[in-house]
């Protein structure tokens, strides 16, 4: 008999579908938020479980657990846990732990992509093709690596996890992957998923208003509040304000902050690690704890707004040649503008600021962080140019 438990995020899921095509009824599966698995591996360990083989999938005990499953595993108990964040690094210092970032080629590993080779490695479960390619889509949604391959089928198998119920994704996804030899979304979840796509659409739409950005700890963090569509609002706030290092979503309701970034030199997992959490480099996540709702919630509330760049211009447009205008809540104005094929510069009252920067998106990214400026509209541009023409003659 075995006992399986994972994270409740597809990752999570993917493993539970995996284990329940290689034992069958022979397994028990539980999928748990990050703060209740420790609650669970207690339980487990309190009853007589020696005949058990307990699998512990995309999450990773604390301390205090860790020693009992060390203790457990010296008197004979059998566990093996697999993840793949690199908060759980230390975990391979067990024999029954096995954590992996990255497999041989360099790809980012989920824990759905190493439970399927462990599966297989030890004769538990016949490869497939399409066992296969459903642990690949998951995989690069997972890793975000679905947003670099522009792999839409991963994207829409995790929104199509959320659009169902858990119970009813898990019989799908089981009968698929048994009868089926390549892995596909059939003609109702097509439509369903097309739907769903426009309901995102409107959301992000109407979220992007309410973005208010603040510096915490060294980083510049855009911060909203939603319950819905976590990966997809986050990164499409990090694509739309590129000078923010990440962006925090606030689910008020489950006491929880996710945390995303676009930004390959920006580690949301060590932020989320300040707080008690942890995940990815580029999607981590914590509990709403007080210190986190002093940073998130408390010194931001007051807050405004971003307000979005000009969206529909013909003259005051980015990186054009003639310089772009941009204005904030001050009613400040500044023209950013290229001094030549090396440097742009940034100009406030006619006067030009004392830095300078190798390209447009430098200087942009410096006026909105230090600023709070955005792309003002055609007529103040053309009023700006024309305020020039009129002191030179």
Same mark, same amino acid.
């Not at 041989?104 to 080779?117: I, M, R, V």
């Not at 509209?377 to 003659?393: E, H, S």
């Given at each position: 008999?075995?006992?399986?438990?994972?994270?409740?995020?597809?990752?999570?899921?993917?493993?539970?579908?995996?284990?329940?095509?290689?034992?069958?009824?022979?397994?028990?599966?539980?999928?748990?938020?990050?703060? #209740?698995?420790?609650?669970?591996?207690?339980?487990?360990?309190q009853h007589e479980t020696e005949h058990l083989f307990l699998f512990i999938t995309d999450l990773s005990v604390n301390e205090e657990n860790r020693k009992k499953l060390e203790a457990f595993y010296k008197k004979g108990g059998k566990i093996q846990l697999i993840d793949h964040h690199k908060t759980a690094l230390h975990f391979n210092d067990h024999e029954w732990g096995y954590v992996s970032v990255e497999d041989?080629?360099?790809?980012?590993?989920?824990?759905? #992509?190493?439970?399927?080779?462990y599966l297989i490695q030890h004769n538990l479960l016949e490869p497939s093709n399409c066992i296969a390619e459903f642990v690949e889509l998951v995989r690069q949604y997972d890793?975000?690596?679905?947003?670099?391959?522009?792999n839409q089928q991963a994207k829409k198998l995790n929104a199509l996890f959320f659009l169902i119920s858990m119970s009813e994704f898990e019989e799908k996804m089981i009968d698929r992957l048994k009868n089926s030899n390549h892995f596909y979304f059939d003609e109702f979840e097509e439509k369903l998923l097309e739907l769903e796509d426009t309901k995102i659409e409107r959301y992000i739409r109407r979220k992007r208003r309410e973005l208010v950005q603040t510096e915490i700890n060294g980083f510049f963090a855009g911060i909203v509040y939603a319950e819905s569509y976590h990966s997809e609002l986050g990164n499409e706030l990090g694509k739309e304000y590129p000078h923010l290092d990440y962006i925090a979503i606030l689910n008020m309701g489950g006491k929880k902050v996710g945390f995303r970034t676009i930004h390959d030199t920006v580690d949301v997992s060590q932020i989320a690690g300040k707080y008690g959490g942890g995940g990815h480099a580029k999607a981590s996540g914590c509990t709403l704890t007080a210190e986190a709702y002093k940073d998130f919630v408390l010194n931001t509330f007051s807050l405004e707004p971003v307000r979005e760049d000009a969206r529909k211009n013909t003259y005051n447009i980015k990186e054009s040649l003639l310089g772009s205008i941009y204005e904030n809540k001050?009613?400040?104005?500044?023209?950013?503008y290229p001094l030549n094929n090396k440097e742009w510069v940034i100009e406030q009252k006619k006067k030009q600021l004392p830095v300078t920067f190798s390209t447009f998106l430098e200087g942009e990214s410096y006026l909105k962080r230090n600023h709070?400026?955005?792309?003002?509209?055609?007529?103040?541009?053309?009023?700006?140019?024309?305020?020039?023409?009129?002191?030179?003659?």
């Open positions: 008999m075995y006992k399986l438990l994972s994270h409740n995020d597809l990752d999570g899921i993917g493993c539970g579908i995996l284990a329940k095509l290689a034992f069958a009824d022979q397994v028990e599966v539980r999928y748990n938020s990050i703060s #209740s698995l420790n609650q669970e591996v207690e339980k487990f360990l041989a080629d360099g790809h980012l590993t989920s824990a759905t #992509s190493l439970f399927y080779e890793t975000w690596d679905w947003e670099k391959n522009d001050a009613e400040e104005h500044f023209y950013l709070g400026a955005w792309l003002a509209k055609d007529y103040k541009f053309i009023n700006y140019l024309m305020g020039y023409v009129k002191k030179k003659n």
